[in-house]
Structures are given as C-alpha cells and as structure tokens.
C-alpha cells in the first residue's frame, strides 16, 4: 500500500514542477512586460485585466508559490516519510483548486477571454487536488487497516 502513496507523490511532485515552470513563465513575462505566445485568442486580455494582479503583486506570482510549496511540501515527504507532510500539502490542494475555480469563473463570465497558460494552471490545480484527495484517502485506508490489525 505505501508504494501507492509514494507513486501518487512522485506523480504529485511532477504535476507540481509542471505548475511551477507555468506560472514562473507567466511571472517572468510579467515583469518583463511582455505577453506570452498564445495560440488562443484572450491571453493578452486576461493577462493584462485588473484581475490579474492582486495589489500590484500578479496572481501568476502566488500561483508559483503554490507551487513551489507543493513541490517542498512532496520533496520533505519523500525525504522523511512523515505522513503528517504529504497530508498538508494535500489538503492544501482544496486552496489551489477552489482558486483555480474563482479565476476560471473570471475568464469566462466577468473578462470574457480565455488564457491558455492560466487554463493549464487550473488543469493542473485540478489534477492536484484529485492526486491529494486520492493521498489522503489512502493514507485514511492504511490507517484503518492498522487499526484493524491491532
């Protein structure tokens, strides 16, 4: 059973890296002050929107926070094999994901113009939360099954 945890996190932990390079490049182009290539039209307009900075600070730049916590939070755990870490970092997904939720709700409905960059940052926000909800049941099955044993 621990191999699932272990492959969810090493899984998690590529999703994460992923989601980290996605956002850097946007908080690079940012204050470089330029617009990524997209293949879609709407990146520019999301991208330079009043929503797409949260006091001065572009969302992009908290997105790779998010990130890059992730991917501290599954390197600790994989290093120490603390269950109490891996278990943070997924709930901590419920975050990533209801944001992704709010800011996909403002593309569609309030700014009316899609991003690709910031779709596959809620691509990615979704899949991590689904591979934290799947960690945390597993470590909630491993530990009925102890319990069980004893």
Do not use: W
């Not at 490049?25 to 617009?35: A, D």
């Not at 992009?60 to 755990?77: M, P």
């Not at 994901?97 to 569609?108: K, N, T």
Request: hydrophobic residues 50%.
């Amino acid at each position: 059973m621990k191999s699932n945890i272990k492959t969810a996190v090493i899984i998690f932990l590529i999703v994460g890296a992923i989601g980290f390079i996605d956002a850097t490049y946007l908080t690079i182009e940012h204050y470089r002050g330029g617009i990524p290539p997209c293949t879609i039209k709407g990146c520019e307009v999301v991208l330079t929107s009043i929503y797409s900075q949260i006091s001065g600070i572009p969302v992009a730049l908290f997105g790779s926070l998010y990130y890059l916590t992730l991917l501290i939070l599954a390197i600790a755990y994989l290093d120490s094999k603390k269950k109490e870490i891996i278990k943070f970092a997924s709930y901590f997904t419920i975050a990533g994901f209801v944001a992704s939720v709010y800011f996909l709700y403002l593309q569609i409905f309030v700014i009316k113009a899609i991003c690709q960059y910031c779709l596959a940052s809620a691509g990615i926000s979704t899949t991590l939360f689904i591979l934290g909800m799947y960690i945390l049941a597993k470590i909630r099955h491993e530990s009925v099954a102890y319990s069980e044993e004893v």
